[in-house]
């Protein structure tokens, strides 16, 4: 499944990239979106996946029975995820501002205009 | 575009509110043994909230917290900060958990308890500051229309 | 001690509440901090001076090895000695010569910052230490040069001694670094016992190379002196100070003190006294041709430095107590004329010394002074220059079988010192009265008192110099010179040294009788300065900036998408190659999942696909939020719990936060060219097919042991808590945790940030940002 996944993670990295590439600023955040999911879903991929064994210690017990799932990993991504969306709301604030601004999404003419 | 909502809204978000707040309690009380915790929580939390201030508008939210996004934040910090005090005091390392047991209710109480409440805090303060914040731009704009 | 040293720093710190409450006498109260360690370093002395040393050990980052310790034989004796108190009278000097001058608190605590710094590069043994007193000196001599801030060649100058000394400073941290890997410590006193070993190691001609363009460039050697004369735009207590008596001398100090470990080989004998013979050589033509007073004395002193420099290289025990008493010569007779002419150029209102003349009738005092240490720089009996100047004189002499030419530059750079002595004393004070722009008048007694006391040294110990025996042995022997047998005297009989002396008496009374006509002969060669180092360094600085402009225009050229491409590109060759040059490996494929993961998966990236697809904003987002579930369903299928429901609310708040902003702005356009587009899919293509590349790569290696074991063993007995990923945020790497709070919060305030200024903005309606709106 990991190499499955490892496929699907590049294609999300192309696109995340391609919408960066492009000109309208509104893209740029969506290509944001896309980047930080990607690169979240890598490493929690790259720790190794794990079936139906979620890193909990039964009740009364002081250490789960068999493998689990590493934790590690979930947690580094538990906190991404949180900051990649208080980066994004930041982002969206931006945006937000400078179309007031400007009046244009175009990267290219926000940078001739100087305000 | 954010007005006051639909009556099915208003009256959805007046009920649900409660619930979810409670239900973000549970969250990050239970965090610890089960799934939850401070960032799931404040997230729920902050999820409730906005539901409210779409239904109800700006000034309703902000009369019912009482207090601005901004300062939940701060105060998050703060608590995340005090609870490595008591390590400190005991002369261990920073930030290693401090237990205690309350004698009546049999609940424990530890410094990471105090951290989670201070995550939960600064998610819900930042979420709301940001949602706030647009929607303030959007109803400056869209007085100026 | 180390404490005492450290209180300069605390004492520049106070200048400025002492300068309010004392005025101009906070100078005076100010130097009694040198004089007190002066007075710590005399009782210390005898024991120094008789071999022992001491030894003051206080850890300061133990962890890197680096200690605040101070080593205190001989050499550092001395110069501590030398600094503190020179240090003590130029304060004394100051008190009167800055009197008035708006600036005075500022300039205490720079110069007593610097005193600090200065005594802490001679005393220190740790070499990471002496590199940060090192730097610290170049950096209060750039405030002190540049202390007339508002005059644009002063800033010019003090930019330019920075540069040069920085640049220097970098080179000497890099052979710093090599010697301590070589001889195996960072300790002098320890590296200092180990010269075989060091002057064996393969790294020895970088490392040496390294030193040496750290202390050239400090001490003003060719082809770096020209920084030294430039540097006179400061006041003259900072010239007298650190430009002639303590600063530049570093380099010869660092020299001297790594001779026992690194001296004794031929590549270090050769470069040492050729590159000072020539220095001193340079510096004698250079000062000719100059009428300043300040720079005349600055080319001499970097003569001084020069020969200090070569009586390294030539390194005989006879060169080494040459080197001692030429040094100390010479920082007090340098002292004295700095002085003297900072008391000239105050009284007459010119720095020129053409311009000024008879003036020994109305400054008797200063012209006493100035006579006096001038003897001493011009090497006539009975003063200790003579007395240095023999010794160097000799030990050329006897020294080296390519001798020949350096001594004939020596010779050069001697008389030529004499000259400029002659010139220094002579047109000044005697002749006819100039016409000046101010009423020459004596100078006031704070003023005197330090150059008195400096040249008075000079002639005591030029007539006595048999009591200096004790001090020059304890320090000599600092030097690696076993068994020295010193005896200064000031007659040593008729013999070759002699004879070169009275030789250059002749030629130096000629040049100054011929002054003008030499300056004349020499003004020809102006159009050679072309050529120079300076001239080397302006090209450099200028095709610095040139380059920094063009490589700005074309890498940061404004437009995110090209620094984003950019970054790529770098990321993509570099990961490329470690995965496919340096660590080729098998890139196996597993297929061994169930059919629904291959379906949550394929939805998963044809929903980010989408998203790049759509033409309407609606539809991209939604998309962005299917591939968001999507990945929520992977973390419940794959064991995550808390990611899932996380990614979930995540989701949820994100589609609130887009749908409050993005409807607000115009639909998508078609902005790009084709080429654009197959460019930029090109660039992503690749990206994607990498990173596919990268993680297959790295699953089909041995997967090493996982880190967190521990913490699912440890999650209930340590941390009482059942869910493992939440025990790890909250205690485990609650720092971390912490860490992220202080991001969020970041972002929090960087909104409020935004929000206020979009308040300012709407109560000021002259702002042109707020146009009448048409959507």
């Known amino acids: 499944m990991e190499s499955i996944l490892a496929v699907a993670i590049g294609v999300i990295f192309a696109s995340s990239i391609y919408m960066m590439l492009r000109r309208s600023i509104v893209k740029l955040v969506i290509g944001l979106m896309l980047l930080s999911n990607a690169a979240n ?75 | ?56 508008g700006q000034y309703a939210l902000n009369a019912m917290l009482k207090v601005s996004p901004r300062d939940l934040v701060a105060v998050g910090l703060l608590i995340g900060l005090i609870s490595t005090l008591p390590a400190w005091l005991a002369g261990e390392a920073f930030f290693t958990a401090q237990w205690w047991s309350l004698p009546v209710i049999g609940i424990k109480v530890s410094t990471p308890l105090f951290f989670d409440i201070g995550v939960y805090l600064a998610v819900v303060g930042s979420v709301l500051t940001a949602i706030t914040a647009l929607a303030d731009t959007a109803q400056a704009s869209d007085a100026s229309n | 001690m180390q404490l005492m040293v450290l209180a300069g720093l605390g004492l520049a710190l106070m200048a400025p509440w002492l300068h309010r409450r004392l005025g101009e006498r906070s100078a005076l109260v100010m130097a009694a901090w040198p004089l007190a360690l002066a007075g710590w370093l005399a009782f210390q002395g005898p024991g120094i001076l008789a071999g ?98 508002q ?101 010869v100090y660092l020299l001297a003190r790594l001779h026992p470990a690194l001296g004794d080989t031929t590549l270090w004998e050769m470069t040492l006294s050729l590159v000072g013979a020539v220095t001193m050589a340079t510096a004698a033509l250079l000062a000719i041709r100059e009428t300043h007073i300040k720079k005349l004395l600055a080319y001499s002193t970097v003569m001084a430095l020069g020969a200090l420099t070569m009586l390294l290289g030539i390194g005989t025990p006879g060169a080494m107590v040459a080197f001692v008493v030429f040094l100390l010569a010479h920082s007090l007779y340098k002292g004295a004329l700095f002085m003297v002419a900072g008391i000239l150029d105050h009284a007459t209102g010119t720095k020129d010394v053409t311009a000024m003349g008879g003036l020994r009738r109305v400054m008797p005092w200063t012209a006493g002074i100035a006579c006096v240490a001038a003897l001493s720089l011009a090497g006539l009996p009975p003063l200790l220059g003579f007395v240095g100047k023999e010794l160097m004189l000799a030990s050329l002499l006897e020294a080296l079988p390519y001798g020949g030419l350096v001594l004939a530059l020596a010779f050069l750079g001697a008389f030529l010192t004499l000259a400029v002595a002659g010139i220094v004393a002579l047109k000044p004070f005697f ?32 007539l006595l110099p048999g009591k200096l025996d004790g001090l020059v042995t304890g320090v000599v022997s ?43 002969v020499l003004a020809r060669f102006d159009r050679l300065a072309a050529f120079g180092p300076e001239q080397g360094y302006e090209r450099l600085m200028a095709g610095m900036v040139h380059l920094a402009s063009w490589q700005t225009r074309w890498l940061q050229n404004g437009q995110v998408r090209h620094y984003l491409a950019m970054t790529l590109l770098t990321l993509m060759a570099l990961v490329g190659h470690a995965l496919f040059i340096r660590h080729p490996g098998p890139l196996a ?101 990498l990173m596919t590349l990268f993680m297959l790569g790295v699953l089909s290696a041995d997967a090493l042991p996982r880190i967190s074991d521990y913490m699912v063993a440890n999650s209930q007995p340590l941390g009482q808590g059942h869910n493992i990923v939440n025990v790890i945020l909250v205690d485990f790497r609650a720092l971390d945790t912490l860490g992220e709070m202080f991001v969020l919060a970041l972002a929090a305030i960087g909104v409020q940030a935004m929000l206020r200024f979009h308040a300012d903005e709407q109560s000021d309606p002259a702002t042109p940002g707020r146009r009448p709106d048409d959507g």
């Open chain 1, 41 to 115: 879903l890598l490493i929690f991929t790259m720790a190794g996946l794990t079936r139906g064994a979620p890193p909990l210690v039964p009740e009364g017990q002081v250490a789960p029975p068999g493998a689990v799932a590493d934790p590690l990993p979930q947690a580094l991504v538990l906190t991404a995820i949180v900051i990649a969306f208080g980066v994004l709301s930041f982002a969206v604030v931006l945006v937000r501002r400078a179309w007031e601004i400007v009046r244009t999404d175009d990267l290219n003419r926000m940078k001739d205009i100087d305000t």
């Open chain 2, 1 to 56: 575009m954010v007005r006051s909502g639909t009556l099915i809204l208003s009256v959805a978000a007046r009920l649900l509110l409660p619930l979810q707040l409670l239900f973000s309690v549970f969250l990050l009380l239970r965090g610890h043994d089960e799934p939850g915790g401070g960032f799931i929580a404040g997230l729920v939390a902050a999820g409730a909230f906005a539901l409210y201030f779409f239904a109800y």
């Open chain 3, 52 to 149: 022992d040393t001491l030894l003051l050990e206080w850890r300061w980052v133990p962890a890197l090895d680096i200690t605040l310790t101070f080593y205190i034989d001989g050499l550092a004796w001395l110069f501590a000695m030398l600094i503190s108190l020179i240090g003590a009278m130029v304060l004394v000097y100051t008190s009167e010569y800055l009197k008035g001058e708006r600036d005075l608190p500022r300039f205490l605590v720079i110069i007593s910052a610097f005193m600090t710094s200065m005594l802490g590069l001679v005393l220190a043994d740790n070499l990471v230490t002496l590199f940060v007193f090192w730097e610290l000196t170049s950096i209060t001599s750039y405030l002190l040069i540049g202390f007339h801030h």
């Open chain 3, 151 to 251: 005059d644009p060649a002063a800033r010019r100058s003090a930019q330019q001694g920075l540069f040069v000394t920085v640049g220097g400073g970098l080179a000497l941290l890099a052979g710093l670094v090599m010697l301590a890997q070589a001889g195996d410590s960072w300790s002098l006193a320890v590296l200092i016992q180990r010269g075989e070993q060091l002057v064996g190691h393969e790294l020895y001609t970088p490392m040496l190379i390294c030193v040496l363009i750290g202390a050239f460039t400090k001490s003003a050697q060719f082809p770096f002196h020209f920084w030294l004369p430039n540097a006179m735009a400061a006041p003259t207590p900072v010239s007298a100070y650190l430009h002639s008596a303590t600063m530049v001398k570093a380099g």
């Open chain 3, 431 to 462: 002749g006819s009265l100039g016409d000046t722009p101010a009423t020459p008048h004596e100078a006031p007694w704070a003023m005197l008192i330090g150059p008195a006391l400096l040249a008075g040294l000079s002639l005591v110990c030029g």
């Open chain 3, 478 to 520: 600092g030097l690696g010179v076993s068994d020295p047998n010193v005896h200064l005297a000031l007659w040593h009989g008729v013999n070759p040294a002699l004879l070169l002396s009275l030789a250059s008496l002749l030629l130096g009374t000629l040049v100054v009788r011929y002054w003008d006509r030499a300056r004349g």
């Open chain 3, 589 to 689: 494929f597993h297929v061994d999942a169930y059919f629904h993961e291959v379906v949550v998966a394929g939805l998963m990236a044809a929903a980010a696909l989408t998203a790049c697809l759509m033409r309407s904003r609606l539809a991209a987002v939604a998309a962005v939020g299917i591939m968001g579930f999507c990945i929520a369903m992977l973390f419940v299928l794959f064991s995550a719990p808390d990611l899932a429901i996380t990614q979930l609310l995540v989701e949820t708040l994100t589609v609130v936060l887009l749908v409050l902003v993005l409807f607000r702005l115009p639909r998508f356009t078609r902005l790009s060219t084709p080429l654009e587009r197959c460019r930029d899919l090109l660039v992503a293509g690749s990206f994607g097919l």
